[in-house]
């Protein structure tokens, strides 16, 4: 913001002293909530209570004119009120309704308010920590947007229809020749057009190695974020991206993909081994030819982006640095120069647009190839989708941070965990079915994260008539055909 450009340039201004009128010491109570948000969120920690009966001069001892703000809590049309206002000359005066204390939003709003009259004292400090707050309720504001859409009759209608109808696309029924089978996308050899191929995201969800669940529209919600970001980043670096004629189905150009996932990271965190924190926990203070301070903790910033490419190799992946890569042959420098600066600038704008959403891009992981007939380097596979990004909602971050907490998320990991609870999912045989209601609350909050991420409303209309006039996997057929 312009405030906290300028906040060198501005004198350091202390807010004034916030003094609390209160009826009774059940209305002081109040007062302990309202002070633990001015303190926290703005930084004002003079706060102090006095009676609403004591006689003005009293109430203003010691108070010099231009040093303090007077909050008077009563209910409207409180007698108190007009005694008040009419006596307090010279130290400005606001008024909140008590009657109002029961909301659940009555501190942060009573703080926020008196925050913007202290602000008048020049606090360029003060002024920026309104701005914050503002861009953080702003970014909750989507949040619950989001989440109450997608928590509607018309979604939980949809997504039950597609569970008990199992019109889940899984990818079994296309009848489609020369399918290569994925653990969530399969691709299709288009025989007539050898320069090009059919990706089929379907509905399967993986885990452990294995297929834990048919999760509805999930397929859909993949595809079509990846077509968003294709679209969004295409002036960075082209992409393989030709078209997509059907929600599930992307028609790309075939590449020669290198063998390097490029990973970028903003944040201290993970939990694989080839993560950056399970690397730090672990004493590496040097990550892929990146040096990492001291005393860093989970969840923490990076103070700057990293990328952090891992090798895809058969018995593992592991972390290389970029010096590494070109030494040990998996790229050559100029291809490697290419893909990185292109991450790295894909990345920014993906973290740039995830903000505005109420997001942040925590990190994620993106593939570039050589298209075969041109040789130009293009990026391929997915970008940004819920499956290859990390997002948590920005709106918390700050507040969970500094309380010790896991940033907040639109948590997928429940299903996971339900498995891990009910049986050994590496070694078992066979595993039992997910729950019905957690598969419909996974594929909500799929469908939930594409439409905060796109800001675009999530289309059940062509998927449902497709459902109930043919097969849903005959009209994916169709579409590659056609295309």
Known sequence: SNYSKKKKEKSKTMPPRVIFLVPSEAAAELVEGIAQVLLKKFGIGDVTCRSSGAPLERMLMNVAPGTALLVLLCAPGDAIAAVVEKECKTVPLIVLDSTTSKAASFAADSARTIAKFCSLSGSADLI?????????????????????????????????????????????????????????????????????????????????????ALVPFKGAVLNLTSAFWFEQTKSIIPNHLISVPHPYVSIVKKCKPFPIEFVVRSYMTGSTSTSIWKNYQDGVRVYCGHPLPEGMKKNEKLAANLLTPTTKEEEHDRPISAEDIIKEEWMTADDWEVCSMAALKVFALGQKIASEHGLI???????????????????????????????????SYEERIAAGLEPENIDKEFLRLWFRKHCDPYKDAELPDAPRDLVLELARRYITLYEMITWKIFDFGQLVAQAEGETAEGAIAAAIKAA
């Open 128 to 212: 920026a920590a309104l701005e914050q707050v503002a861009v953080e309720q702003e970014q909750a504001d989507l949040v619950l947007n989001a989440q109450l859409q997608t928590k509607s009759p018309l979604y939980s209608r949809n997504i039950a229809l597609a569970y008990d109808n199992g019109t889940q696309i899984t990818g079994d029924k296309l009848g489609l020749p020369d399918r290569k089978r994925g653990k969530v996308r399969d691709r299709y050899e288009i025989e007539s057009k050898p320069s090009i191929i059919a990706l089929v995201t379907t509905d399967r969800q993986s885990g452990f190695d294995r297929q834990l």
């Open 361 to 395: 891009l925590v990190d994620t992981k993106y593939e570039f190839g050589k298209d075969l007939e041109t040789g130009e380097i293009l990026l391929i596979d997915e970008v940004h989708t819920p499956d290859s990004s990390r997002y948590w909602l920005a709106s």
